[in-house]
Structure formats: structure tokens, C-alpha cells
């Protein structure tokens, strides 16, 4: 299922809590993104990484951190300061350059209780 | 602002129906074109691209779209569709400007089609 896989498939998270979504690739890409996804408003881009130790935010960032230690992995943590949280997150990821060809996985709900 | 119109949230076909999904987008420079497909319970996946040369461009299952440069326009047209083809269908604009790019996605197109 084109070498990404996000887990957990649904997450629950309770106010004030921090939660991570995991995102790892085996395809050997580069670049790594992270996207929200909302009913009738498309794909937003929360944070996106180039290359490994070095990540910028996207639109929507406030609310949200990630880290890219290693070029397989791209976790994104959903802070308490993100006050809507509830939404389909999908990774992303491109060979090099965020105008290349995107290849999504299958992504991760997230839903408060 | 920047931005990717698509102008039908929602559309119904039934079989063997010609389709026609519009994606507008505002942005004057240099851009690169996608259309990605969310097929019920599978991944979001690349259905056709549209970088340079020929503006009518072919993708998968018989999906085509065509760039027109003074319409920022590329929407996606199939003959006759299938059941098959009820997805849900994402326009998406690369816009190249010096050393910031970006890349905006369209709210998405429904698409039902009936047997």
C-alpha cells in the first residue's frame, strides 16, 4: 500500500491532552508532510520536512509539533492548544520537493472525547 | 489570496454519463497541476499531472484534463463514467514563487454514480 503506514487508525484523545500520530515511510522520499483534512474544505498542510532534523510549518500550524529524527519517520503530535482537533490527519510524502507527485497514507481520525 | 475553486461539491451521475469536474485556481506564475482520487476506504492517489508540454493530459481509467493557461483552469473529463468512479476527486495547484512554494488543494468534488 505504497510503503507508508500512520497508526492508530482512530485515536481518542480527552481535553487536555497531548496525542501523537505516528507516519512512517519505506519508499526512501525525502520530503514528509502532514495535512488535515475536513469535510468540504480539501487538505490543509500542518507542517512539512525536507530533510532529516529540519521541518517548517505549513497553513495551519499553531496547535500542532513535529520532529523528524529519522527519514522514515515524521510524527505529529496534536497539542492541547489545538482547540478543533477532530479531523482526518494524512502523511504525505515526495521523492524530493513538495511539487512533486504526493504519496499518502492511509491516514489516522482523530476524534475527542 | 491565492486559492483552488472547485466549482461542484457534489455531482450525480448515472452510468455512461459524461463528466466534467472544474478546478479554477488564482495564481499568475509558474504552476504544476494534479488531480488525486479518494476512492472509498483507499488511499488518496494521483490520477493525472500536469507539469509542461502537451495541456491535455491523460491519467489513469481513462481520466483526461486540460490546462488552459488564460482560464487558470485544468479541469478533469472523463467520456463515460462507471460506477467505479465514485470517488471523491481533489484539484491541486503547485505554486512556484522564487524560493516559496505552494501547494493548495482544492475543497474536493463528491461524485456518485448510479448503475
Known amino acids: 500500500d505504497g510503503g507508508i503506514t500512520q497508526s492508530p487508525k482512530y485515536l481518542f484523545r480527552k481535553e487536555g491532552q497531548n496525542v501523537t500520530l505516528s507516519c512512517e515511510q519505506n519508499?526512501?522520499?525525502?520530503?514528509m508532510y502532514w495535512y488535515r483534512q475536513d469535510p468540504g474544505q480539501g487538505l490543509r498542510l500542518i507542517y512539512y520536512?525536507?530533510?532529516?532534523?529540519?521541518?517548517q510549518k505549513g497553513d495551519i500550524a499553531e496547535g500542532y509539533s513535529v520532529s523528524r529524527e529519522k527519514k522514515e519517520s515524521f510524527p505529529l503530535t496534536v497539542t492541547s492548544a489545538q482547540k478543533n482537533p477532530t479531523a482526518f490527519y494524512l502523511c504525505?510524502?515526495?521523492?524530493?520537493?513538495?511539487?512533486?507527485?504526493?504519496?499518502f497514507g492511509p491516514g489516522t481520525r482523530l476524534l475527542v472525547l | 489570496a491565492q486559492s483552488v475553486s472547485q466549482h461542484n461539491h457534489h455531482v450525480i451521475l448515472s452510468e455512461a454519463a459524461s463528466l466534467e469536474l472544474g478546478c479554477n485556481y488564482s495564481?499568475?506564475?509558474?504552476?504544476?497541476l494534479f488531480w488525486y482520487v479518494q476512492y472509498p476506504g483507499q488511499h488518496l492517489q494521483l490520477l493525472l499531472k500536469?507539469?509542461?508540454?502537451?495541456?491535455l493530459v491523460k491519467g489513469i481509467k481513462g481520466f483526461e484534463a486540460e490546462f488552459i493557461k488564460s482560464k487558470f483552469s485544468f479541469n478533469l473529463r472523463k467520456p463515460s463514467v462507471q460506477w467505479s468512479d465514485t470517488a471523491e476527486y481533489f484539484c491541486?495547484?503547485?505554486?512556484?514563487?522564487?524560493?516559496?512554494?505552494?501547494?493548495?488543494f482544492g475543497a474536493g468534488t463528491r461524485l456518485a454514480v448510479h448503475p
Open positions: 500536469y507539469f509542461s508540454g502537451d495541456p
Open positions: 495564481y499568475g506564475g509558474t504552476v504544476n
Open positions: 520536512s525536507q530533510i532529516v532534523n529540519d521541518f
Open positions: 519508499l526512501n522520499h525525502d520530503a
Open positions: 491541486a495547484v503547485m505554486m512556484f514563487s522564487g524560493g516559496y512554494n505552494k501547494l493548495i
Open positions: 504525505a510524502t515526495t521523492p524530493g520537493h513538495l511539487g512533486e507527485t504526493q504519496y
